[in-house]
């Protein structure tokens, strides 16, 4: 059976997701009260008054028209082995999806890249997989995770690269401080990120972004999202966000001043963050996404090179999956992006 739930009944929603060995920060109601650019909705599978799986899904409307991009990143999330149960979650989202103006339905589960099975599975279920795009919406395809469960800080900081501990050590010796920022905290935090973003051709995230974020993941005097600080005396050097619920902990932004990058400010910051994951007891310490694999020619490989040092391990997942659920109109709507995005 299944149960519709909104940000003002999710209770139980977000109980399966945080008790669940794949929970993932992503499938909370969380991230939907974070994310005030997009609409939360989220769906209970029930067995016998057991829940049996969710699916939390985000959905935004195309601009000037009625028509809804519906996604589930990270999800769905299900007992393991219940084939049954992911389907029935599937097909009871595409169907609420498309009674909502939806034209295509997203997934992009934690499922490695070479299970054959569940590739059946989904493309059985109506979902294309995409096998070249390395990021989703909100998921990379391709992440580093450290392992954290039953290992204390001294035994994480010996398995690191000899580099990654002198990086870390170097800027504690050069005098970097790292305090817990606030709200406050973000205007600064913010003009890291423009010159990151500009430095590294991506588009950043406004302060009122990760100003929502705050509010949506420390609501009720929570602490499962902190915005980390890097100072020189009182000079901002560096900046990071990170998630920590669901027996993990995540890694979600990072951004750094133009100056003083040889007082290795990021390192020191990444270590802070993976205490705070030993301390909480997650499972592991996830530095989320890279692009491409880890071999030479790769122009991305330093990002691999740095997030190996810290002894994190190469996690592939099978990728997006998109269930185009009215064929035409996303053809229409897929012609209007394209003509949109060569205007601009």
Not at 16 to 31: A, F
Not at 145 to 155: F, I, M, S, V, Y
Not at 185 to 193: N, T
Not at 307 to 331: N, S, Y
């Amino acid at each position: 059976m299944l149960e519709f739930v909104t940000l003002q009944n999710c209770e139980e929603l977000d109980d399966y997701v945080m008790h669940h060995p794949k929970g993932h920060y992503l499938q909370t109601s969380l991230w939907g009260a974070g994310r005030t650019d997009r609409h939360w909705d989220g769906i209970l599978c029930r067995e016998n008054g057991k829940i049996v799986g969710v699916i939390a899904l985000l959905s935004r409307q195309l601009g000037g028209m009625k028509d809804r991009f519906y996604h589930a990143p990270r999800g769905p999330i299900y007992d393991e082995g219940r084939k049954d149960v992911f389907e029935t979650l599937c097909h009871g989202a595409a169907e609420f999806a498309k009674k909502n103006h939806g034209y295509i339905l997203r997934i992009d589960p934690q499922v490695a890249e070479d299970d054959v099975e569940f590739r059946a599975m989904a493309e059985g279920c109506g979902f294309t997989i995409d096998p070249i795009s390395d990021f989703a919406a909100f998921s990379p395809r391709m992440v580093y995770q450290l392992k954290l469960a039953g290992r204390t800080e001294e035994e994480v900081l010996a398995a690191m690269h000899q580099k990654t501990r002198y990086n870390i050590r170097l800027a504690a010796k050069k005098g970097v401080t790292v305090r817990l920022g606030t709200k406050a905290d973000l205007p600064a935090f913010c003009e890291m990120m423009a010159i990151t973003a500009e430095k590294d051709g991506f588009h950043g995230k406004d302060q009122q972004y990760f100003a929502d974020l705050m509010d949506g993941f420390n609501r009720g005097g929570k602490d499962y999202l902190r915005l980390y600080m890097a100072y020189l005396d009182e000079e901002p050097l560096a900046g990071t966000i990170a998630i920590s619920c669901c027996n993990k902990t995540w890694f979600l932004n990072g951004c750094s001043s133009a100056s003083h990058h040889n007082l290795m400010a990021p390192y020191l910051l990444q270590w802070e963050m993976i205490r705070w994951g030993i301390a909480n007891g997650s499972e592991y310490y996830d530095f989320r996404g890279v692009e491409g694999y880890p071999t030479e020619d790769n122009p991305k490989y330093g990002l691999h090179r740095y997030k190996a040092g810290f002894g994190a391990e190469f996690v592939t997942f099978m990728g997006q999956m998109d269930w185009i659920l009215r064929p035409v109109r996303a053809k229409l709507l897929d012609a209007a992006i394209a003509i949109k995005s060569k205007l601009h």
